[in-house]
């Protein structure tokens, strides 16, 4: 457990530490005094820390300089947010133009903070803006697809399949047509795995973490949205990350630890056009659970 002490001398004996923290590490004897720490396993997630209006916790897993003040006057509107989760759209298109490593720090700084289980900040990246290695990742992808189009094509080998990955095999099944379609396209010199995209980032966790692949698409998504903010284009590698779950040859072309799994993949770069209309989307399928009117 992390070291947490309370100054008494400045504790105003609110009991804020005691509502907020999620782990129930403190506990006041009576109402006005000075709350206690029991023994337990602290997430550090820092509630206690942020919220006491005396500063009078002191964490050890936060160091001075750590915390920051609150600047509501930067908040975003509602919508403002709105504004900026309707336009965002998938960007295929890039200019031929590097990204520089400050607009990737952004986008990073972004992504490490989404919300992760248990506070464990599993998620780890890769940045990869050398074209020939992001030419190669387009090739393993595409070798897998087609031995894995092969494979579904041999009736054989189908029912082998299928017996083994069982309903994660239909979707590839069902999907064999656009799998297909991606290979033929690279075959005749058109990458639509990564669409030539100058700096592909990818997200991983040691795969032993729990919800290691949750926490990982939170980051995908926060990143995406700086991309966003910054005047960039994204996609989400689907097809990179979907071979990456079932060969290991990325991996190691990134020198990934042997127990990390890639989660998750944006390729970034400038977008060749822009966008000056957002398209409706479905309206949002709700199912409200509200309590029974009490009659008379």
């Not at 009576?30 to 337990?40: F, I, Q």
């Not at 550090?44 to 160091?63: K, M, N, Q, T």
């Not at 995908?220 to 990179?240: D, H, I, K, P, S």
Request: charged share 20%; proline share 5%.
């Amino acid at each position: 457990m992390a070291k947490i002490v309370i100054d008494a001398e400045l504790c105003k004996h609110c009991g804020r530490c005691v509502q907020v923290c999620p782990e129930v590490l403190f506990f006041q004897p009576e109402k006005g005094t000075v709350p206690e720490v029991r023994y337990g396993e602290c997430l550090a997630c820092g509630h206690c820390v942020v919220l006491c209006p005396s500063e009078a916790i002191c964490h050890e897993d936060f160091l001075p300089g750590s915390i920051h003040p609150v600047h509501p006057e930067m908040q975003p509107s509602a919508e403002q947010v709105l504004e900026l989760l309707r336009t965002r759209r998938s960007v295929r298109e890039f200019r031929n133009q590097p990204v520089s490593k400050e607009a990737i720090a952004k986008i990073l700084e972004g992504a490490r903070f989404a919300p992760s289980a248990h506070n464990s900040e599993s998620t780890q990246f890769v940045v990869v803006q050398d074209r020939a290695t992001i030419a190669q990742i387009v090739q393993l992808t595409v070798d897998y697809l087609r031995k894995l189009i092969q494979q579904l094509r041999n009736p054989i080998t189908r029912r082998i399949l299928r017996w083994m990955a069982g309903k994660e095999l239909e979707g590839a099944i069902a999907n064999l047509h656009n799998l297909a379609k991606v290979v033929a396209t690279y075959d005749n010199g058109t990458d639509t795995v990564l669409y030539q995209t100058p700096t592909l980032i990818l997200f991983h966790a040691d795969r032993k973490v729990g919800f290691a692949g949750v926490n990982a698409n939170l980051a995908v998504q926060n990143a995406a949205l700086m991309v966003e903010v910054l005047g960039l284009g994204c996609f989400y590698t689907g097809f990179v990350v979907a071979v990456c779950d079932r060969d290991n040859r990325i991996a190691k072309l990134v020198n990934l630890p042997e127990d990390h799994k890639i989660y998750g993949g944006l390729a970034v770069g400038y977008p060749k056009f822009n966008y000056r209309n957002w398209i409706e989307r479905k309206p949002a399928r709700i199912q409200w659970v509200e309590a029974a009117e009490k009659t008379s």
